[in-house]
């Protein structure tokens, strides 16, 4: 039956195209209602679905909806996520606010569908929605991980501005057009100018030397694989490109792997197009899979590092969508 769905944050990178993704999936939709700050309110936003006015938000205006995406920050998650789902809807929450909680399933749905039918208690039903970096590499590494057992992952990460939101995309833009025309080159969203540079800083350094975006991957990767002790290392780096992250994998497996058997695999693999033909110059990249839904993984090759254990590939995804609004509405869809 057709859902009233809200989207919180509508204004934001991930917001739009929350609403974008509802209406290219024909996810069904009865009602939907546009909800942002105090300053957003009454502007209209042009969608798929004709121009809608913005509301400011408050519970009163989605305790009775179907479904609520949040695309908010975490304190705001904190402070309303668990009313509105105490209220009835459904609360898919992109944040990380309540990702690492025992009680809230963390669900990418081609690996781990199965957690949406843990209710949360008497607190009705709120869903976390992973970190897009940890969503991009887990929908490789779950059927590799089914195929042939996962002993440890390394991770290094290529990671799109998109990730820092429409601020980052528009810090990306206007200092590379600074850069080529002359002008002096800032920063702001990041920790220093993007232009032609690399940055190994996404998110606060912890005690132990690895940033918290690192951690994420490594945290949410076991929960969503269900591996708690998976020993998992990541290295995040911003690039300087749009919406596309990209990410290099090594694994090593535990029963033998080989390429092909590999390529197998994740060729079936659902969320996977197999981008792997090296001979015609022919692997994942931001510019193919931008605005894709599939997670784009090759350049799969044995590792001898590991032995017959040992496996390397690239995968490239969407940031804004399986990295965030696909999988959020992906997670509704488990409800219908
Ligand atoms: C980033 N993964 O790329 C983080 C949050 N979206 O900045």
């Known amino acids: 039956a057709p859902r009233r769905v809200?989207?919180?944050g509508a204004t934001g990178a991930v917001g739009r195209e929350m609403v974008e993704v509802l209406?290219?999936?024909?996810?069904p939709v009865s009602e939907l209602r546009l909800l942002a700050s105090g300053r957003s309110a009454g502007k209209v936003m042009e969608t798929p679905y004709g121009a809608i006015a913005l509301q400011e938000f408050s519970v009163d205006r989605v305790k009775d909806c179907d479904v609520v995406l949040l695309a908010v920050s975490g304190d705001f998650a904190k402070a309303h996520a668990p009313a509105i789902a105490a209220a009835g809807p459904l609360v898919i929450d992109n944040s990380s606010a309540f990702r690492y909680?025992?009680?809230?399933?963390?669900?990418?749905?081609?690996?781990?569908?199965?957690a949406f039918d843990v209710s949360n208690g008497g607190g009705g039903r709120l869903i976390a929605n992973p970190n897009c970096t940890t969503a991009i590499a887990v929908v490789a590494l779950g059927p590799l991980h089914r195929a042939f057992g996962l002993k440890r992952v390394i991770v290094s990460t290529y990671q799109a501005t998109s990730g820092a939101g429409a601020e980052g995309m528009a810090e990306l833009e206007e200092q590379t057009r600074n850069r080529l025309e002359g002008r002096p080159v800032t920063n702001s969203v990041f920790h220093?100018?993007?232009?032609?540079?690399?940055?190994?800083?996404?998110?606060?350094?912890?005690?132990?030397?690895?940033?918290?975006?690192?951690?994420?991957?490594?945290?949410?990767?076991?929960?969503?694989?269900?591996?708690?002790?998976?020993?998992?290392?990541?290295?995040?780096?911003r690039i300087p490109t749009y919406r596309a992250h990209s990410e290099a994998i090594t694994i090593e497996t535990i029963e033998p792997v080989t390429a092909e058997a590999a390529r197998r695999v994740l060729a079936d693999a659902a969320g996977v197009k197999l981008v792997d033909d090296t001979a015609n110059a022919v692997y994942p990249m931001p510019l193919t899979?931008?605005?894709?839904?599939?997670?784009e993984v090759g350049r799969?090759?044995?590792?001898?590092?590991?032995?017959?254990?040992?496996?390397?590939?690239?995968?490239?995804?969407?940031?804004?969508?399986?990295?965030?609004?696909?999988n959020a509405v992906q997670i509704a869809e488990l409800d219908l």
């Not at 209406?23 to 996810?27: A, T």
């Not at 399933?105 to 781990?112: D, R, S, T």
């Not at 090759?301 to 804004?320: I, T, W």
């Open 300 to 326: 799969v090759r044995n590792n001898p590092v590991f032995g017959d254990h040992g496996l390397d590939l690239f995968v490239c995804g969407d940031q804004l969508l399986k990295g965030a609004a696909l």
């Open 101 to 114: 909680d025992a009680d809230i399933p963390l669900i990418v749905p081609e690996i781990n569908a199965a």
């Open 23 to 27: 209406h290219r999936r024909s996810f």
């Open 192 to 237: 220093h100018p993007i232009p032609f540079n690399l940055i190994p800083h996404i998110d606060a350094f912890q005690e132990n030397g690895y940033t918290k975006e690192e951690m994420k991957v490594t945290w949410e990767t076991r929960k969503i694989l269900g591996l708690p002790d998976l020993p998992v290392s990541c290295t995040a780096v």
């Open 289 to 295: 899979a931008t605005g894709q839904f599939d997670v």
């Open 6 to 8: 809200a989207v919180v």
